[in-house]
């Protein structure tokens, strides 16, 4: 994958992904600013680390061989995270979903998100998705190491 940086920011950082992707969708885009407006200092302390691109892209895209689509579609969907647009225990699916890969591997991918990706921030995340999703709370996101992530601890 060979690409200038302003190119790769578009793909891989999570922030730049989600506005080119719905850059010709305005009520999307505002309701997104606003919800990122929002966002805990921490979390936007998380989106700036330059980390969080190069783990897209080297943990990531490379090893499962993601085209450049479905890379700056991942981005999208960890921003969609971030800012608790979509539910973190659904990862996995939309990932097969929105990517057309298969469960395995959206599994894995989406573990690797939360587990490693997110670990910094999983606390965090859990109460942000905790108070958007009270009724899903419920659901564990489950790690295929036998670790799960109970949203109401």
């Given at each position: 994958m060979s690409i200038n940086s302003?190119?790769?920011l578009l793909i891989?950082?999570?922030y730049f992904a989600y506005s080119d992707v719905y850059s010709n969708d305005n009520h999307k885009l505002?309701?997104?600013e606003s919800r990122y407006?929002?966002?805990d200092q921490e979390l936007k302390d998380f989106l700036i680390n330059v980390e969080v691109v190069s783990f897209l892209e080297e943990k990531i895209s490379?090893?499962?061989e993601l085209s450049l689509e479905q890379s700056q579609q991942l981005a999208t969907i960890v921003m969609e995270n971030l800012v608790a647009e979509?539910?973190?225990a659904d990862i996995a699916r939309i990932i097969e979903e929105r990517l057309k890969l298969d469960s395995e591997k959206s599994k894995q991918i989406g573990q690797l998100i939360v587990f490693d990706l997110f670990k910094p921030i999983l606390e965090k995340l859990k109460i942000v998705h905790g108070q958007k999703f009270v009724r899903r709370?419920?659901?564990p996101i489950k790690n295929e190491n036998a670790n799960i992530v109970n949203l109401k601890q």
């Open positions: 302003k190119n790769k891989f950082d999570p505002k309701a997104f407006d929002e966002l490379i090893p499962f979509i539910y973190i709370q419920e659901e």
